[in-house]
C-alpha cells in the first residue's frame, strides 16, 4: 500500500524567505516521487520527480526536493520565496510494480501564502 | 491548444440528472485517468483505463462510470448525480514510464 502524508495544510512565508513543504510517504515498494503544483483555476502541473538515481532533484521554478529513505520524507524546498510561488503544492508517491502500478496516491495539500 | 482538454470546464445540473464529463488528448498515451477534488481531501482517484479495453475501478467509484472510446478518448459519467458529488474533476493522461501524469484544467460540477 502507498500514502502520502503532508505537514501542514497552510504555510506562510514572506517574499524572500525559505519555503518548506512538508512530504512524508508510505510505500512497502520503491516509490516514485512527485511534487505538482495547483495556481488558482488551472489544472496540476508537474514541479519535479525523483524516480532512481541522485536524492537531491531539481525542478521549475527554483524548487527543489530531496529523497531520504530513511525518514521516508521528500520535503520541498525554495530558497528565497516568490509572489508567484502562491498557490497549492501537491505531494504524490507512485511506483512501477504491484498492484499499485501506474497508479499515483495524492496527498491533502498545502495552500502556500506569500507575503509582500 | 491544450494536450489535455476537458469539457464542459463548468456545469451546473440538478439531483437525479445524468452527466458526463468529457476528457480528450493529443499526447498519445495509453494511459488515462479521472479523479476528483475536494479541498483538503487532495486528489481521489474514480477510475483509470490503460488502454482501450483495460478499465479500472478507483478509490471512489460509486456512483460514478467511464467509457474509453479511443486511445485519445476517455469519459465520465455520474448516472444519477447527487449533491456530494459536486467537486472539481480532473482528467489526467501517462505513458507510463516513471508514472508522470498530465493533467487537464478541470470540471467544475455543481449538483443542486
Known amino acids: 500500500a502507498q500514502s502520502v502524508t503532508q505537514l501542514g495544510s497552510h504555510v506562510s512565508v514572506s517574499e524572500g524567505a525559505l519555503v518548506l513543504l512538508r512530504c512524508n510517504y508510505s510505500?512497502?515498494?520503491?516509490?516514485?516521487l512527485f511534487w505538482y503544483v495547483q495556481y488558482p483555476n488551472q489544472g496540476l502541473q508537474l514541479l519535479l520527480k525523483y524516480t532512481t538515481g541522485a536524492t537531491l532533484v531539481k525542478g521549475i521554478n527554483g524548487f527543489e526536493a530531496e529523497f531520504k529513505k530513511s525518514e521516508t520524507s521528500f520535503h520541498l524546498t525554495k530558497p528565497s520565496a516568490h509572489m508567484s510561488d502562491a498557490a497549492e503544492y501537491f505531494c504524490?508517491?507512485?511506483?512501477?510494480?504491484?498492484?499499485?502500478?501506474?497508479?499515483?496516491?495524492f496527498g491533502r495539500g498545502t495552500q502556500l501564502t506569500v507575503w509582500p | 491548444d491544450a494536450d489535455v482538454t476537458q469539457t464542459p470546464r463548468n456545469r451546473i445540473t440538478k439531483t437525479g440528472k445524468r452527466i458526463m464529463l468529457e476528457c480528450s488528448q493529443t499526447?498519445?498515451?495509453?494511459?488515462m485517468y479521472w479523479y476528483r477534488q475536494d479541498p483538503g481531501l487532495g486528489l481521489r482517484l474514480i477510475y483509470y483505463s490503460f488502454d482501450v479495453k483495460d478499465i479500472n475501478k478507483g478509490e471512489i467509484s460509486d456512483g460514478y462510470s467511464v467509457s474509453r472510446q479511443a486511445q485519445a478518448k476517455f469519459s465520465l459519467s455520474l448516472e444519477s448525480a447527487i449533491p456530494n458529488q459536486t467537486a472539481l474533476y480532473f482528467c489526467a493522461t501517462s505513458a507510463g514510464q516513471g508514472n508522470i501524469q498530465y493533467f487537464g484544467a478541470g470540471t467544475r460540477l455543481s449538483v443542486l
Open positions: 504524490a508517491v507512485s511506483s512501477d510494480r504491484g498492484s499499485t502500478l501506474g497508479r499515483l496516491y
Open positions: 510505500s512497502s515498494v520503491p516509490p516514485y
Open positions: 499526447k498519445g498515451h495509453d494511459r
